[in-house]
């Protein structure tokens, strides 16, 4: 599944490519956040430039191979559920081939319990600033 930005759709139907990626891929126009997580979340694997996915992927526990050089989520390649493979023909097949991600999910980024934390950390704040006045 390929949700294609219209710019890229533009140059692909441009230059030829639309007929031949479709006949491989399930191209469709662009999709919201929550149908996005939808297809990712049954997906095998995820291909992608996008920071936001690498993440995704990783919370998911997909295999996630980026098509970029540099990410700004080290966590996910230090995880182990992403690799960085730029632009390269043959090791993007290689990695679609044989990255499997890591064994076990990660929590790099929180187990999911950021709200009893915070619940937790309220009254403490409270005690903390009883008597106290903001002049400014």
């Avoid at 390929?2 to 031949?20: C, D, I, N, S």
């Avoid at 990255?99 to 790099?108: L, R, Y």
């Avoid at 929180?110 to 009254?123: L, N, S, T, Y």
């Amino acid at each position: 599944m390929f949700p294609v930005h219209p710019r890229t759709a533009k140059y692909m139907k441009q230059y030829g490519l639309w007929e031949k990626a479709s006949a491989n891929l399930v191209l469709t126009t662009p999709v919201g956040y929550l149908d996005m997580l939808k297809l990712t979340g049954n997906a095998k694997k995820v291909l992608t430039d996008s920071g936001g996915l690498q993440k995704e992927a990783c919370m998911l526990g997909l295999p996630c191979i980026t098509l970029r050089e540099n990410t700004e989520w080290v966590e996910t390649v230090e995880a182990g559920w992403n690799v960085l493979v730029g632009a390269e023909y043959g090791e993007i097949f290689k990695q679609i081939r044989e990255f499997e991600g890591a064994a076990v999910k990660t929590d790099a980024f929180g187990c999911g319990d950021a709200c009893e934390k915070i619940v937790k950390i309220i009254p403490i704040i409270q005690l903390f600033s009883m008597g106290r006045r903001d002049d400014t």
